[in-house]
């Protein structure tokens, strides 16, 4: 073969093969559009579209009043994508980014090179750049307002207390998935978490979603709303007196509990100190238990309840009966010390439980068997769980007779050998008040739909019942006359309040010994002609003193005068002249009412005031709400008036000039919008805080303002000093 031919040869092999290609090309197209095209089809749909949830909205949660205690906030998260196309060509021009990062700036405080940077420091090809996580929605619509394509805005929703740590064990808090950690939020984390729903999207090579017309979607569940049983004044009460007895004994925590004893319903439950459910990692995992449900304690003296109880209805005691208590104050059982705080003499059975002697006590109680006794106290619920509807209640501990020793009977009479939680001590207490019928705990009263509707409702339960009727009204002055003068108690008294309770001082066991540091409580219910209140204190470990009489009494004296002063039926039960009217240490907040409730609310507070204007909502007010007041000290209000003809006649036809509507409640800005022809979007719920666009600018009638909301603080607008 010459050269020619050869060269010719292998020219054809060349072209064999490049023919070869297109063949093969057009071959695989017609197997692809033809033969394997549904299934190739089928298999990028699977891949491109992507379906991801919708989430539902938390429930809200109230106190009994409808103030709002628990919410869901919302905030945004600010990406950005520099690749967009702008009038054709691929990229944000830097101009618009300057605005951008310089805007971002000024809501920020950040400053603009660290927006440029991140811009400038992302991968080439990043098309989702983080620039801000935590956004009000104030500032996303103004940046929403620069109208710059590329600006990727994603919402976040969050949990809101709105009163920060107020009733914060009851109400507990949520994890980063929103899910109830402890509290009501864990409790009923069913009803409050709603169902999410789940829309279809698409998908791109660089996994950005896009919305489609036309894809299916499931729309959210949003979650169910609970009325709780919490009076958010009286938990205020509570958890103020609590912290300044704490502070001013100097001791580890506090726990206080307020029931009503008719229906078992909690006003209040409090532990200090406490922590912030909106930042819940801040503080110490301590601070986050609620000592109420899940504290086991040695009760002491209180607990001398089960032993009156037990003692008068086995008629084992005779109330004209004398003790006669030893010198010293010390009797010896079976080779132990038992020891009275004094020596107390002689005694008849309402002194026993009057200046709470021990000795006395531990006399009556032997006179019973064993299993008798240990009926008694289960009958009032120790040793079992209260079924309050809260997370983490323990039973406490109640041993079987068989597992007693000798010295069981007698000093488990006082509040020893037995372990009880602060829940169980006040559920007894109003078991008592109540006329015996014991009531079970509950902190829900109702839960309700998005729409208003009742999806359950909570009747009282009762339990059992813990003695008779006769017996407790025999026990009634027995009890009262521990707040006498001569009684443990004596510290608790409120003058024209009839109070019935008992001192309790137990030392604390650490690693199976007793030490020298104690726990005080105080537990009573007034007024004792129809009680309405049962209240219960307890201070661990208290530096100053370790009775109970001492440290936990003037707690609930306090206490008790407040609600005493907030209580109408309450004052005209015992006489303005007996209990000193409450005393208004600070200004309400009035601004944002209507004239007559606002004129309505000072008056109930007996606070001089005086209006400038004739309609309209309260406007300012001066002193400021939480300024303090002196005593005739008239608070002067500024009323918006209406809006006439008159005032718009300077403003552009079509326009109207947006109002100031900082401080006033939703219901009246929204309704002073519509008198303007403006629509309004709400975010949040109470006390306008924030608006968009601002006051004094005019907007076109028919279009919407923004108004951003928040619970107002809660003030005590009623306190008696008597410190």
């Given amino acids: 073969m010459d050269e020619r031919t050869a060269i010719l040869s292998r020219m054809f092999i060349v072209l064999g093969l490049i023919l070869l290609i297109p063949t093969a090309l057009g071959f695989q197209l017609i197997r692809i559009n033809y033969f394997e095209g549904d299934e190739l089809r089928k298999l990028w749909s699977q891949q491109a579209i992507d379906q991801i949830p919708i989430p539902a909205q938390r429930g809200n949660i109230y106190d009994a009043n409808g103030t709002l205690l628990v919410t869901n906030a919302v905030d945004y998260k600010l990406a950005f994508d520099p690749k967009v196309q702008v009038n054709g060509k691929i990229g944000v021009p830097q101009e618009q980014v300057a605005q951008l990062t310089k805007k971002l700036s000024s809501l920020t405080g950040r400053n603009t090179d660290e927006y440029q940077r991140k811009i400038r420091s992302a991968p080439p090809h990043s098309r989702y750049i983080v620039l801000e996580r935590n956004l009000s929605v104030l500032a996303k619509d103004e940046?929403?307002?620069?109208?710059?394509?590329?600006?990727?805005?994603?919402?976040?929703?969050?949990?809101?207390?709105?009163?920060?740590?107020?009733?914060?064990?009851?109400?507990?808090?949520?994890?980063?998935?929103?899910?109830?950690?402890?509290?009501?939020?864990?409790?009923?984390n069913d009803e409050l978490k709603g169902e999410d729903g789940l829309r279809q999207v698409r998908r791109d090579p660089f996994n950005r979603v896009f919305e489609y017309v036309g894809a299916p979607k499931k729309l959210p569940q949003n979650g169910y709303s609970l009325h709780t049983t919490?009076?958010?004044y009286l938990q205020a009460?509570?958890?103020?007196?609590?912290?300044?007895?704490?502070?001013?004994?100097?001791?580890r925590y506090g726990t206080g509990i307020i029931m009503d004893p008719k229906t078992g319903a909690i006003k209040a439950m409090a532990n200090y100190p406490t922590y912030d459910p909106n930042f819940p990692g801040s503080d110490d995992e301590e601070n986050r238990r609620n000592f109420?449900?899940?504290?086991?304690?040695?009760?002491?003296?209180?607990?001398?309840?089960?032993?009156?109880?037990?003692?008068?209805?086995?008629?084992?005691?005779?109330?004209?009966?004398?003790?006669?208590?030893?010198?010293?104050?010390?009797?010896?059982?079976?080779?132990?010390?038992?020891?009275?705080?004094?020596?107390?003499?002689?005694?008849?059975?309402?002194?026993?439980?009057?200046?709470?002697?021990?000795?006395?006590?531990?006399?009556?109680?032997?006179r019973m068997k064993k299993e008798t006794f240990y009926q008694y106290a289960r009958n009032m619920g120790f040793g079992s769980e209260t079924n309050v509807d809260l997370i983490g209640e323990v039973p406490g501990r109640l041993a079987k007779p068989y597992e007693w020793s000798l010295v069981t009977l007698p000093w488990m009479s006082h509040g020893y050998e037995i372990q009880t939680t602060p829940l169980q001590i006040a559920q007894a207490y109003a078991a008592f008040a109540n006329n015996g019928m014991m009531m079970r705990p509950y902190l829900v009263d109702r839960i309700e739909d998005k729409n208003g509707a009742v999806v359950k409702k909570h009747e009282p339960v009762e339990i059992r019942r813990i003695a008779k009727k006769s017996t407790l009204d025999k026990l009634l002055p027995v009890f009262e006359s521990v707040v006498a003068d001569s009684g443990t108690g004596d510290l608790s008294q409120v003058?024209?309040?009839?109070?019935?309770?008992?001192?309790?001082?137990?030392?604390?066991?650490?690693?199976?010994?007793?030490?020298?540091?104690?726990?005080?409580?105080?537990?009573?219910?007034?007024?004792?002609?129809?009680?309405?209140?049962?209240?219960?204190?307890?201070?661990?470990?208290?530096?100053?003193?370790?009775?109970?009489?001492?440290?936990?009494?003037?707690?609930?004296?306090?206490?008790?005068?407040?609600?005493?002063g907030l209580d109408d039926d309450i004052q005209r039960n015992i006489g303005s002249d007996e209990l000193p009217a409450p005393q208004l240490v600070k200004a309400p907040f009035v601004k944002g009412l209507e004239r007559d409730q606002a004129e309505y609310l000072l008056s109930s507070l007996n606070v001089p005031f005086d209006i400038s204007g004739k309609t309209g909502y309260v406007i300012d007010q001066n002193p400021e709400a939480g300024s303090p007041l002196n005593k005739g000290q008239k608070i002067s209000l500024t009323l918006s008036e209406t809006y006439a003809e008159a005032d718009s006649a300077s403003i552009k036809e079509g326009y109207a000039e947006i109002p100031e509507l900082k401080g006033m409640n939703m219901r009246s800005a929204m309704a002073l919008l519509s008198e303007l022809e403006l629509n309004s979007e709400i975010i949040g719920s109470g006390t306008v805080f924030a608006q968009y666009p601002k006051a004094g600018e005019l907007l076109r009638k028919g279009y919407t303002v923004t108004l951003r909301g928040k619970a107002?603080?809660?003030e005590i607008l009623t306190q008696v000093s008597d410190r």
């Fill in 495 to 564: 003058d024209g309040l009839r109070i019935a309770g008992k001192t309790g001082t137990a030392k604390k066991v650490v690693n199976g010994r007793y030490t020298n540091n104690y726990r005080g409580s105080f537990v009573g219910f007034f007024p004792v002609e129809d009680p309405q209140y049962v209240v219960f204190i307890l201070l661990d470990e208290p530096r100053t003193s370790g009775y109970g009489g001492y440290t936990a009494g003037p707690i609930f004296k306090n206490i008790a005068m407040r609600i005493a």
């Fill in 230 to 232: 919490i009076d958010a």
């Fill in 712 to 714: 107002k603080s809660l």
């Fill in 237 to 251: 009460i509570l958890e103020d007196e609590l912290r300044s007895g704490v502070e001013q004994h100097l001791a």
């Fill in 143 to 188: 940046i929403n307002a620069l109208n710059i394509k590329g600006v990727i805005l994603e919402e976040n929703y969050r949990r809101k207390y709105t009163f920060g740590s107020l009733a914060a064990h009851t109400l507990g808090f949520v994890n980063h998935e929103t899910n109830g950690r402890i509290g009501l939020e864990a409790h009923y």
């Fill in 292 to 366: 109420a449900i899940s504290d086991m304690i040695e009760p002491g003296s209180t607990f001398k309840l089960v032993t009156a109880i037990a003692a008068v209805e086995q008629g084992v005691v005779e109330f004209d009966e004398v003790f006669e208590t030893p010198d010293n104050g010390e009797i010896v059982i079976h080779d132990l010390i038992l020891r009275d705080h004094d020596p107390l003499g002689d005694l008849n059975f309402q002194e026993v439980i009057q200046k709470s002697s021990n000795v006395a006590t531990a006399e009556i109680a032997m």
